[in-house]
């Protein structure tokens, strides 16, 4: 029974811990080599900013990871809202540590409990530590000034949806299940799933806001510039883009433009809007689907390169009035 | 509800999960750093292997088997604890429908008028993953049965983990015992503040309110948390600590150990030609 307690799908059927077997061998490299470039990172800058300090601190702040997993809240049915942690972790200690501290959860829990396979470890700390320490990160940091509680929510909501539609392109590339399906099944799910997840974050943010105002003030607002700020506005505004994009490439538009190629609009009820055409290159990778994910990357890099450049020019002109203020 | 119901007294030990480590068997006795090569070879193996090479499987199968008798673990434990994975099947479910080829049978969706169409191609492709992920997940559970958590951990720095990261899961591993004690006093007394209806009647508050109420939970842990590391360095720095875990002995590998992993991996190389080649 402890066994059962200590790992975490105990609270809720945990989909994001892909066990083995299900990505196929260059998914499952390609995201290790893309995680430790991330980790070497991480590894660096965290051993840079606590010093000897470091080991301890992130050895606790992960067991509190792990532990506030196991935290679970009655939704509806019989099904109980389930707690990642990953955007809340980055709130708290900034991205980098907070990366350190989810790699930390992930590896523990598929070294010892078999959560989440070892060759797709890799692909399951860039969806729960990567993936959901960034998005968490920079939706709190766009939205902190308009309202907390709702840059609390939005970065513990975005984290999971965002994590959920990452895994689904993993197993779709894998050849593991067909794009149109799992996005839209894995997206829909995480969609009630983070809400949960959001509701927490920010309820938990409120209190360690009350109760520890010093520390709490310096990991986030402290060092935060309008530069900043900007970009990461940019990048949420090119997230959101991009989950909505995700949502217009769902099967339902391939699958009624077929039903109207091969049957005419009206006889429509006998049509089999799952069945895939022979003429698409990777299973349940349609041409649609495809050009929609490349239009989504490039519009990130896009808004990115804007919001930088904004930045660079607002940085300049502050420069240049604060030289002309000391003259 | 199984957090709250589980222990009313604290039975959190570090060694709770440990039966079967303090084994004496070939297997236990092998450098931990051979054991999680292995096992990450046959996992390797297991993914490159391609569709419908069932023999393949059943090699990999009785591989894993013959490890485990030699290990003097009881499969069937084993076997319990690999259930994990299944439910990650919903997710494989839908390559039966999508995959193109010989159709073997449609079945009516009443309520959308939909049609699927279950092919013979996907159900090779199911059922190969499915498989896929069954000897991966066995393999894993027989490495953290016969492996200490200090053994793993020093396997974990030989294949070149940074110190920092080996550190910090080494230390996790001491306080998720400390810390989930701790969230099942706060579950335990939340539950005794909030009597539950009779069957069928709803209690407590809406679901905002129980995520507020979860979240202070989540909140006031981490606060905990934070001092307990701070008293934690504290006590660590009083004793000597630099910034550095040590460990005693540095472990050689023997020439056992070679033995071991250059077997294992003809094994598994010679089960992948197969599964290429002839099956």
């Known amino acids: 029974m402890l066994y059962s307690i200590l790992r975490s799908p105990a609270a809720a059927p945990q989909q994001l811990h892909i066990p083995d077997g299900f990505l196929s061998a260059p998914v499952a490299i390609l995201a290790w080599l893309v995680t430790i470039a991330f980790m070497v990172v991480a590894v660096r800058r965290a051993s840079r900013e606590f010093d000897e300090r470091l080991v301890p601190l992130m050895g606790v702040l992960a067991a509190f990871i792990f532990a506030a997993q196991a935290f679970n809240f009655p939704v509806a049915g019989g099904t109980s809202g389930h707690f990642l942690g990953g955007a809340l972790a980055a709130i708290l200690l900034g991205p980098w540590p907070a990366l350190l501290v989810m790699a930390a959860v992930i590896g523990l829990q598929g070294l010892i409990f078999q959560d989440g396979g070892l060759l797709a470890m890799g692909a399951n700390i860039f969806v729960m530590g990567i993936v959901t320490v960034w998005t968490g990160y920079f939706a709190y940091q766009a939205l902190q000034r308009i309202n907390r509680h709702v840059a609390g929510f939005a970065a513990g909501w975005l984290s999971v949806v965002l994590a959920a539609v990452v895994t689904a392109f993993m197993l779709a590339l894998s050849g593991t299940a067909s794009l149109g399906v799992v996005l839209t099944a894995m997206a829909g799910v995480h969609m009630l799933i983070g809400v949960g997840e959001g509701l927490i974050t920010a309820a938990a943010l409120a209190l360690v806001r009350a109760a520890l105002p010093g520390m709490f003030g310096e990991q986030v607002t402290g060092r935060r510039s309008d530069a900043t700020t900007i970009l990461a506005g940019g990048v949420m505004l090119a997230l959101v883009v991009g989950i909505v994009a995700v949502f217009f490439a769902s099967p339902h538009p391939d699958g009624l433009e077929r039903v109207a190629e091969d049957t005419g609009f009206l006889s429509s009820a006998q049509a089999a809007p799952f069945q895939i055409a022979p003429d698409y290159v990777l299973p349940g990778l349609t041409n649609q689907t495809l050009a929609a994910v490349i239009a989504i990357a490039l519009g990130t890099l896009l808004l990115c390169a804007v919001g930088y450049g904004i930045a660079r020019a607002l940085r300049r002109r502050s420069q240049r009035l604060a030289e002309a203020h000391e003259q | ?279």
């Not at chain 2, 199984?2 to 070939?26: E, K, R, W, Y």
């Not at chain 2, 396997?155 to 969230?183: C, H, N, Q, S, W």
């Not at chain 2, 550095?244 to 071991?260: A, Q």
Request: charged share 15%.
């Open chain 2, 1 to 279: 509800m199984q957090v709250a119901s589980a222990t009313c007294h604290s039975v959190m030990h570090i060694n709770v999960l440990d039966q079967f480590h303090n084994g004496d068997s070939p297997i236990h006795r092998l450098d931990p750093r051979v054991k999680l090569l292995g096992a990450l070879a046959f996992i390797l193996t297991a993914a490159l292997t391609p569709d419908g090479a069932w023999l393949a499987f059943v090699a990999l199968a009785v591989l894993w088997l013959a490890l485990v008798l030699m290990a003097d673990v009881p499969p069937g434990l084993l076997l319990r604890r690999g259930l994990v994975a299944l439910p990650f099947a919903a997710a494989a479910v839908t390559v039966l429908f999508t995959l193109p080829g010989q159709a073997l049978l449609t079945v009516h969706v009443p309520v959308f008028g939909w049609q699927l169409t279950i092919s013979n191609a996907g159900v090779v492709r199911f059922v190969t993953i499915m498989l896929k992920s069954g000897v991966s997940v066995l393999m894993a559970t027989l490495l953290a049965a016969t492996t200490t958590f200090p053994d793993l951990l020093r396997a974990m720095r030989g294949i070149g983990i940074p110190k920092v990261l080996v550190g910090t899961i080494g230390f996790m591993y001491r306080y998720i015992f400390v810390l989930v004690d701790e969230v099942q006093t706060m579950l335990r007394a939340r539950d005794a503040r909030s009597a539950a209806g009779p069957a069928g009647q709803r209690a407590g508050g809406t679901v905002f309110w129980r995520a507020r109420i979860v979240g202070g939970m989540v909140g006031s842990l981490f606060v905990r948390s934070l001092a307990r590391s701070e008293r934690v360095y504290q006590a660590m720095a009083s004793r000597g600590y630099a910034g550095e875990l040590r460990w005693l002995d540095k472990p050689k590998v023997k020439s056992m150990d070679i033995v071991w992993l250059a077997v294992m991996v003809l094994v598994l190389l010679m089960i992948q030609l197969w599964a290429r080649l002839v099956a």
